[in-house]
């Protein structure tokens, strides 16, 4: 049999059905006899709706209803909310508004629902959209993170004066102070990390239906976490068992974080499918895409490190703002930056560390995770502060690192925010991506790009992330049938991972079962009895890992019907390869040749119940920390300001890699994310309206294939003993490291320029301006 195990670069058994046009993606499900939804949205930041007027709408050809919020608040629907114990500053308990399914009274953000419109024909529902009327009263908006929590600024929500949702600390304050005050050297910066958008090839969409015979909801919807979907709907919405809610998620177009579990258009479809007694469906349009969804990062951090006359780190200090949008709709809402930010101090010896995330209220979309979620501010505000402090200090940025980088020998290493790294070779990797790098040649190539009249600089990362955390099991089952096929049924939700080949070729290795017999199963909560869904790099490392005591379980199984049917004692037997066989001889028997037994009772052992299927369900006893090095080089036109890319390499550590083609696959998608958002991805309001500026691929600017250079893969596995496979996750490994290198690379080039300071992005115009105002400071 071909070798599928871990380790083998084997090629994506998903591939072959999806390049032929045969998945199945949301908009690709229809139901008999249903109906279309349109979701009526608010032009306006903040604004008081003094009238909604739906009666031509529901007279307009093929209209089947209008619903706004009073209809869902007579309904007796009801809406998620945030169980995260959270306080603001002035220990009084957390404001967290939450988020109607559609607005009743006030609307707070471009794109707040407000009417939900259900038709025979999506047209014929967009036409009536058009027909109704809403009297708005506009109210002053604020959508900027730096000005949300300060005097004057306009009130989000009249209970909350000051803006301020919540604070989360982390560290020891105190002992950060007294390093400080000890401190030979302080720098002190503050930077912005902008606000983004995932922007997947597949928009949103939902499909319902109602059941009045079971008296049960069905919700076809693209979503990371089925599971979850089902437990909001029925805990926090339409408070009925969970038995009677079914989440099916097929393929899913991209997702990167953004597909949560408390999109309103999960809860409309189903409620009005239940109140038409047909099934209702919705699709987010392209140009509603950024109005509808969640959006990622957008944070201020003002960072500040503490250094001794030998330039060793003594102290770390952040104060973060984090721009939660208009509600806290859902623990979603309190994930980002708060929760990942404890890697700021990076892969550093810093002793002493103190951080405070403050939450703020804007009129703009909600934030929610976004690929990497915190971890990439986290290393972003670490490694360009290094990079300012060695400038600043006069000393070589590479030494600096060197001279606080955590030893190999003092793993495992607990950071000063609660982070406990149990295992890496943090100083190999740097060495080994200067190496292949090319680092010790640059200023050669730099002379090179000088005569050419451009500016050319190299930025360097190393890169750790918190992944895989231990608050979350993940759920495995291995079915065999009747013919001794198999089924893997998974918790986790694929996205584009390609989960069905990483999985198949864990089970191979654990079982020997040929990939071609096993039918992969996951995103359906009638069929998979229990998960958490993908997210945060733990696909791998607990779904996998779930796996791995599945087939324990299995082999435990198969050994006593085996034994039986060799006529040998179970533990006299051993498993290899698929097989069962009796120690010292040469008796044996394929594990499908045991399945296929274990469904005869003739053949099974006295007192065994029939049937050969297993499952696990695995949570990991601590946080894994994946981690790296980037070193990225760019080129800058002083002319004209623009950025070419001209090398990347990454250096990674995620433990034991399974599939190293798929590995890649995952690194350079990360990468294209973070180098997207520091040369050019900006979701943008109008400080003065509120209105959404980039709501459109006309406004919205992402990276194409030709502004990429070639990518450099290597890896320096070390793996982790704190789950069986020895995995770390790899998920958004490329995207945590590449903000801060791409971004180190160009600033090395602005320095020749006297650019000191500078906020992504990076687009030509803003690097132009930066360059011509360096110029006449100088002047």
Known sequence: MEKYGIGQPTRRFEDSRLLR????????????????????????????????????????????????????????????????????????PMFAPQRPALVVDRVRYVGDPVALIVAETLAQAKDAAELIGVDYEPLPAVTSTAEADQPGAARVWDKCPDNISNISEKGNKDAASAAFARAAHVIKRRYVITRV????????GALGAYDAGDERYTLYTDCQYPHRVRNMLASAVFRVPESRIRVVSGDVGGGFGSKGWQYVEHRLVLWAAKKLGRPVKWTCDRSEAVLAD????????????????AYRFVGLRLKLVGNIGAYVASDRSLLVPSMMIGTV??????????????????????????????????????ERLIDDAARELKIDRLELRRLNIIPTAAMPYQNPLGCYYDCGDFPGNLDLALEVGDYANFECRRRVSLERGLLRGIGVANAIEQAATPTQSEFAEIRFDTSGSAQLLMGTKNQGQGHETTFKQILHERLGLDPRDVHFVDGDTDQVAFGMGTNGSRSTVVGGSAIHFAAEKIVEKGKRIAAHLMESDAKDLEFSDGRFFVTGTDRSM???????????????????????????????????FPNGCHISEVEIDPETGEVKLLNYVIVDDVGTVI??????????????QGVGQILMERVVYDKESGQLLTASFMDYAMPRADLFSHITV???????SLNPLGAKGAGEAGCVGSLPAVMNAIMHALEAA??????????????????????????
Do not use: C
Request: no cysteine; glycine share 10%; proline share 8%.
């Open 21 to 92: 046009g045969r998945g199945r993606f949301q908009d690709d499900r229809n139901l008999p006899g249903q109906a279309y939804a349109v979701v009526l949205r608010s032009p306006h930041a903040h604004a008081r709706i003094l009238e909604l007027d739906t009666a031509a709408a529901k007279a307009a050809p093929g209209v089947l209803a209008v619903y706004g919020g009073a209809d869902y608040a007579a309904d007796g629907l009801g809406m998620p909310k945030a169980t995260i114990p959270r306080k603001r500053p002035d220990g009084s």
């Open 197 to 204: 958008h995932a922007q997947y090839m597949e928009t949103r």
């Open 294 to 309: 969640e959006h990622g990062r957008d944070s201020v951090g003002e960072i500040e490190l503490a250094l001794d006359e």
């Open 345 to 382: 101090t990076g892969v550093y010896d810093i002793p002493a560390a103190y951080v405070a995330v403050i939450g703020v209220l804007t009129n703009t979309s909600n934030t929610a995770p976004y690929r990497g979620a915190g971890r990439p501010e986290a290393i972003y505000l670490i």
């Open 590 to 624: 394929t594990l499908k040749d045991v399945a296929v037994a274990s469904y005869l009772p003739l053949k099974l052992p006295p007192g065994f119940d029939g049937g050969l299927y297993e499952s696990a369900t695995y949570a990991p006893a601590k946080d894994t």
């Open 659 to 672: 599939n190293p083609m798929t590995l890649k696959g995952q690194i350079h998608g990360g990468i294209a």
């Open 714 to 720: 290597k890896s320096n596995p070390v793996p982790t």
């Open 754 to 779: 006297g650019v000191l300071r500078f906020d992504m992005p990076a687009t030509s115009d803003r690097v132009w301006h930066a360059i011509r105002s360096a110029s006449e400071a100088a002047a």
